[in-house]
């Protein structure tokens, strides 16, 4: 059998993680969740072993279970505690995003992670699109040339009963809201894409129109990175009547690139000054039709941790990349709050920070 393999946390993102386990030939010893219905339904839905044992404490499933590699896939600010215990009992992580709602605990999950040698990837699983794939080849390539800007556009829709499935949704203290929820993935793949170190941040975020959530429904950025070049971002949940789009775009002097589609999961325009490859061809061989926004990138995602727990290398997508979409989210709460500027790299921040935001 494969590395023994656990999942805390068996709410809407779960069946992602659980295939994906699956596919990679994963021995899954056990489930834990506060509510026993949600472990009883994945149990039934995956056909999963008789064997697999049901905590609803995960301090207990460490005691009893010791996995080599764990999914945390609860609410988001369970993250950080979890994450801490689960290293401190000697298990890899792979943790949903975002990585922690405050910079402090991502630092002592990295921290903690690498004084005892424990593999943490951040579920940023879009990195591994075939698009976005053949992007960030583009990038090392330096095909660009020199970065001029790029920008992020999560068009979604999201309405009062996605957020009373799960009271924790758009809350300060759990979530966040459209920026850290919906569209990180996007924003993780803007920094990635444009390099990475970021001086400044110019945020605006409001709440237009769902008044029963804490946070933000709209939020747009301006940010300015160390190379030179520009991100925008804009995401919303208030697209009428449907999801809309994600897009990615990245603009060179010497090349322009739109992925879109659910997940930028198709490349729309691909453009290079030096002709190395037929735009058509691209754009065919280059995308797929997930089902849903979540794509098809947990399934290699996985894969490369495994790989690295047995080859004692660091994962492709690594803590301190969820570190750095969190800073950049958390970034723009802060310019929003503040009606100015933020300078970059941020120490210490939380979505706590930010508690009764619009109510004031």
């Known amino acids: 059998m494969g590395l023994k393999y656990a999942v805390i946390g068996c709410g809407r993102i779960s069946p992602n993680h659980i295939v994906a386990a699956m596919k990679n030939e994963l021995e899954i010893v056990a489930l834990c969740d ?17 064997t697999t044992r049901l905590y609803t404490d995960y301090k207990e499933l460490l005691e009893k279970e010791h996995p080599d590699l764990i999914a945390i896939c609860t609410e988001s600010g369970k993250h950080g505690q979890i994450a801490l215990d689960c290293i401190d009992a000697g298990s890899h992580l792979i943790i949903e995003k975002p990585i922690a709602l405050s910079l402090e605990e991502a630092d002592q999950i990295i921290n903690k992670a690498k004084v005892k040698n424990i593999k943490v990837s951040a579920c940023h699983q879009n990195r591994f699109n075939k698009s976005i794939q053949k992007i960030r080849e583009a990038v090392e390539e330096e095909r660009f040339g020199r970065m001029l800007h790029g920008t992020a556009h999560i068009r979604w829709n999201r309405g009062e009963d996605y957020y009373k499935q799960a009271p924790w949704r758009g809350t300060w203290e759990q979530d966040g809201g459209a920026l850290m929820n919906q569209c990180i993935h996007n924003i993780d793949l803007l920094r990635w894409m444009m390099g990475d170190d970021i001086v400044e941040v110019v945020g605006m975020t409001d709440n237009m129109k769902h008044n029963f959530i804490e946070a933000e429904d709209l939020g747009m950025a301006l940010i300015k990175f160390a190379n030179g070049s520009y991100g925008i971002v804009e995401g919303t949940t208030n697209i009428y009547p449907q999801n809309l789009e994600e897009t990615l775009y990245i603009f060179g002097d010497r090349g322009t690139v739109k992925a879109g589609g659910k997940s930028v999961n198709i490349i729309e325009e691909w453009h290079f000054a030096d002709g190395k490859d037929n735009p058509e061809e691209v754009k065919e061989k280059y995308q797929e039709n997930p089902p849903n926004v979540y794509g098809f990138g947990h399934n290699p995602l996985y894969a490369d941790v495994i790989d690295a727990i047995k080859n004692d290398r660091e994962p492709y997508v690594t803590a301190e990349d969820g570190r750095r979409a969190l800073e950049l989210v958390l970034a ?3 310019s929003a709050e503040e009606g100015k500027s933020v300078k970059l790299p941020l120490e210490k921040c939380s979505t706590l920070d930010f508690k009764g935001r619009f109510n004031r």
């Open 34 to 50: 506060v509510i026993p219905e949600n472990m009883e339904d994945k149990i039934n839905k995956f056909n999963l072993p008789k």
């Open 332 to 334: 723009i709460y802060k």
